[in-house]
C-alpha cells in the first residue's frame, strides 16, 4: 500500500468525514480526486496509507489547525473578477434600482473564495451609487469561505491581471494600485475598494446563519455544486431566514432551485417574496 492507493473503505470513511464536516459531497467515484488531493499531505505527515490518514483525522481535535489544512486541499476555489458578468447586469440594472433608496446595502458573498466575488460587488455598487449621485450610501459586504489560504488572500487583495477577468482598464485605476519592482504585473486593492467589506472565516454548515442582520442580496455563486440536495435544500432555506422582505439570492448558473418553489427574479437569482 502507498499513497497512490486507496482502499474503498478508507475513501468511503475519508469522504464522510468531508460530507458531516464541510457538507462536500464526493460520489463514490472521486477517488482519483481524493488522492490529487491529500497524498502530499499524507507524506508530510510521514503516512503510508489513507486508513492511517483516517485514523489520523479521527483522533484530532475539532479545532485543530490541521482541519485548516485538509479543507485548503479539498476545496475548489477557482473564481475570478466580474464572473457570470450576464448576473452582474441584472445586478445593475433590476435589482439596485429596487432598493438604492435605503441608507446602507447589506451583502453577503458566501464562499467568497479569494475576494474576486466580494470586491466586484464593492465596484458595481460604488460605480452604481456614484452614477445616481448617491455615494452617501453605506455599502456593507460580509464575505465568508471556509479556507483560510483563500481568507488570506482575500484580505491580502493583491491579483494578477488574469484574475481581473475582463474588469474595465479605467476601473482597475481606479480601484487598484500597480505594483512595481517584484510585484510587477500585479494590482493591489486600494483602501476605497477594501473598505466596508469583512472578511471571515465561516463554515456553511454552521447553521442557523446569524450575523446580528438581514441582508438585503446574498451571493452564493458555484459553492451548491458541491453539496448534495439535502444540503443545498437546509443551505438556501437558511438564506431565506436572513434575507429581507424583498431580498435577493444569487447562486450560479449551473446552480437552480427548480424543486424547491423559491420565486425566480433571473437566470439563478431568487427573490425573497
Ligand atoms: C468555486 S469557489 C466559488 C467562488 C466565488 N463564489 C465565485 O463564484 O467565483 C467555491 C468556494 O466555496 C468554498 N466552500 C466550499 N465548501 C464550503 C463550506 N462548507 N463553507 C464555506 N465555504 C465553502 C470553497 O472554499 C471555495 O472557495
Redesign the pocket.
Given at each position: 500500500m502507498d499513497v497512490n492507493s486507496i482502499s474503498t473503505d478508507a475513501y468511503d470513511k475519508i469522504r464522510s468525514i468531508i460530507y458531516k464536516r464541510?457538507?462536500?459531497y464526493l460520489s463514490s467515484n472521486k477517488q482519483e480526486f481524493l488522492k490529487s488531493r491529500l497524498s502530499k499531505i499524507l507524506r508530510n505527515l510521514n503516512l503510508s496509507t489513507y486508513d492511517q490518514y483516517h485514523d489520523y483525522l479521527t483522533k484530532l481535535p475539532v479545532n485543530d489547525e490541521h482541519w485548516a489544512v485538509f479543507?485548503?486541499a479539498i476545496?475548489?476555489?477557482?473564481?475570478?473578477f466580474n464572473?457570470?458578468n450576464f448576473q452582474l447586469d441584472i445586478l445593475k440594472q433590476s435589482v439596485l434600482p429596487r432598493i438604492h433608496n435605503q441608507p446602507e446595502i447589506n451583502l453577503w458573498?458566501?464562499?467568497?473564495?479569494?475576494g474576486?466575488?466580494p470586491y466586484t460587488l464593492k465596484i458595481i455598487l460604488r460605480e452604481y451609487f456614484e452614477k445616481i449621485g448617491r455615494l452617501s450610501t453605506r455599502i456593507n459586504i460580509q464575505a465568508?469561505?471556509?479556507?483560510t489560504n483563500?481568507i488570506q488572500e482575500a484580505v491580502r487583495g493583491v491579483y494578477d491581471q488574469k484574475m481581473l477577468g475582463d474588469l474595465d482598464q479605467s476601473l482597475i485605476t481606479k480601484y487598484f494600485k500597480k505594483g512595481i519592482n517584484e510585484m510587477g504585473g500585479k494590482n493591489k486593492v486600494r483602501d476605497i475598494l477594501r473598505e466596508n467589506i469583512t472578511f471571515s472565516l465561516?463554515?456553511?454548515?454552521d447553521m442557523p446563519y446569524n450575523f446580528g442582520k438581514q441582508f438585503d442580496i446574498i451571493?452564493?455563486?458555484?459553492?451548491l455544486?458541491?453539496?448534495d440536495k439535502q444540503t443545498v435544500e437546509e443551505i438556501v432555506n437558511n438564506y431565506f431566514k436572513i434575507l429581507k422582505p424583498g431580498g435577493f439570492l444569487f447562486l450560479?448558473s449551473s446552480e437552480s432551485l427548480n424543486t424547491m418553489n423559491k420565486k425566480n427574479f433571473g437566470p439563478s437569482i431568487y427573490i425573497n417574496e
Open positions: 464541510y457538507g462536500i479543507i485548503d476545496s475548489t476555489n477557482v473564481t475570478y464572473r457570470e458573498s458566501a464562499g467568497c473564495s479569494n474576486s466575488e465568508t469561505d471556509i479556507s483563500m465561516y463554515n456553511l454548515m451571493f452564493c455563486r458555484n459553492v455544486i458541491y453539496f450560479g
